[in-house]
Nanobody, 125 residues
């Protein structure tokens, strides 16, 4: 089992920045990929970014490309999501997720076995 704990959410004005963290614990040694998703009220869960744990290869949704950056610190078993130029439409609960399966498609939430509890991000206009 892998446990994920997100932190770093909060209230920020439009145009501001936040950095989310996701600390992984438990059986993390075989983690293949970690991703960030978000879910706004009344909407489906949306893929944002993912990173392969070993190679560092990254993937982004078009909606956040150029504004959000995913990174990882292998020594701390932590993945980050740096969010810049935030917009009111970025308001959502943000989740990190992890998978140990090499068949994981990075943007498909159903492929991730482990999820954090989520952290709220609210962007005011």
């Amino acid at each position: 089992q892998v446990q994920l704990v997100e932190s770093g959410g909060g209230l920020v004005q439009a145009g501001g920045s936040l950095r989310l963290s996701c600390a992984a614990s438990g059986r993390t040694f075989n983690t293949y990929i970690m991703g960030w998703f978000r879910q706004a009220l009344g909407k489906e869960r949306e893929f944002l970014a993912a990173i392969k744990w070993s190679s560092g290869t990254t993937y982004y949704a078009d909606s956040v490309l150029g504004r959000f950056t995913i990174s990882r610190d292998n020594a701390k078993n932590t993945v980050y999501l740096q969010m810049n130029r935030l917009k009111p439409e970025d308001t959502a609960v943000y989740y990190c997720a992890a998978s140990s399966s090499y068949s994981t498609y990075y943007a498909r939430s159903q492929d991730y076995a482990y999820w954090g509890q989520g952290t709220q991000v609210t962007v005011s206009s």
